[in-house]
């Protein structure tokens, strides 16, 4: 018998989808020494695990990562359906979020909607816990909305915009968009292309005293 004749042919490697046939890309990371965070690239859902991290591992947290993932997709079209009109709303909103995107540990003690904040989208005063989102909001979509939300709780956190302050909002797989969509409007607006009245300035800029940032969120 020929050597070799009883094996098998080497099969190649599976692709990785979502449960809507989305593709998956694992990156691995020698950076990353104990947290998992998964978000949408360019339409590919994107798992960032530990270098260090056995093949088992990688498939249990792949897993998980792609439910949740999916879930979060679920939530956030039924929040779509469920704007938050009130600051009850806003508030009970705000709380999810933080649960959902920061394990709770952001816990304001008020969050509003307020009509004479022009220049920015959302500030927070993280020595009160206070939490206010420009009325101008409204209008725009909710996970635009759910991105400014938990940019501001986040701020309750972390207060300036440093690596770990951002490192908070890679859990929510919107930012990229929604920070992208936000300066689109600020660009707008500063042209005089879009309504006038709703925030402009470059998103990103420097915190002020309050806790506060002109642009995209505070």
Do not use: C
Not at 60 to 70: P, Y
Not at 124 to 131: L, R
Not at 161 to 190: C, D, I, M, Q
């Amino acid at each position: 018998m020929r050597r070799g004749s009883g094996t098998s042919p080497r099969q190649p490697p599976t692709t990785l989808t979502t449960s809507d046939g989305s593709p998956v890309e694992v990156r691995r990371s020698a950076r990353r020494t104990r947290t998992v965070a998964a978000f949408w690239e360019d339409g590919t859902a994107v798992v960032a695990i530990p270098a260090r991290f056995t093949a088992a591992q990688e498939r249990e947290w792949v897993n998980r990562m792609l439910a949740k993932l999916h879930k979060q997709g679920e939530r956030q079209t039924a929040a779509g359906r469920r704007r938050p009109a009130t600051d009850e709303a806003l508030a009970a909103h705000a709380a999810r979020l933080s649960t959902e995107y920061l394990d709770g540990r952001s816990v304001p003690t008020s969050v509003r909607w307020v009509k004479n904040q022009n220049s920015r989208w959302g500030s927070a005063t993280p020595a009160e816990g206070t939490i206010r989102l420009s009325d101008k909001l409204r209008p725009m979509p909710q996970w635009v909305i759910d991105y400014v939300l938990l940019h501001e709780l986040a701020h309750l956190l972390v207060a300036s915009h440093n690596t770990a302050f951002w490192k908070l909002l890679e859990a929510y797989p919107e930012t990229p968009r929604a920070r992208a969509f936000l300066e689109g409007v600020s660009f707008a607006t500063s042209r005089g292309l879009a309504k006038a009245g709703q925030p402009a300035g470059d998103a990103g800029g420097d915190m002020d005293p309050a806790g506060s940032w002109p642009g995209d969120a505070d």
